[in-house]
């Protein structure tokens, strides 16, 4: 079955950075766009960036467009969100998801909390 597994989140100071991992598996990984999706306590869930079948189509949500970086290693399906000059407002937790089967599919997310 699809399995999708984010790694990397943690605690840091503002201005700092973080790499994000989400390691997916049960699917042709190459054959499926990915989105990174963050929430926060109370919520809706929302898209920061995504992912076409490489490198070069990428898409982000305004606020952290020039900061961050979505990334994928097909070799490894592995899909990366690279986060440089985070800001208090980035504290969420971070998952990333794929839609085939006419199903989303999400992982367990990872807490990412930027504080001083």
């Known amino acids: 079955q699809v399995q999708l597994v984010e790694s990397g989140g943690g605690l840091v100071q503002p201005g700092g950075s973080l790499r994000l991992s989400c390691v997916a598996s049960?699917?042709?990984?190459?054959?499926?766009?990915m989105t990174w999706y963050r929430q926060t306590p109370g919520q809706e869930r929302d898209m920061v960036a995504s992912?076409?079948?490489?490198?070069?189509?990428?898409y982000y949500e305004d606020s952290v467009k020039g900061r961050f970086t979505i990334s994928r290693d097909n070799a490894k399906n592995t899909v990366y969100l690279r986060m440089n000059s985070l800001k208090p407002e980035d504290t969420a937790v971070y998952y990333c998801?794929?839609?085939?089967?006419?199903?989303?599919?999400w992982g367990q997310g990872t807490q990412v909390t930027v504080s001083s």
């Open positions: 998801m794929t839609h085939l089967g006419g199903s989303n599919h």
């Open positions: 992912i076409g079948l490489d490198d070069s189509l990428a």
């Open positions: 049960g699917f042709m990984f190459s054959n499926y766009g």
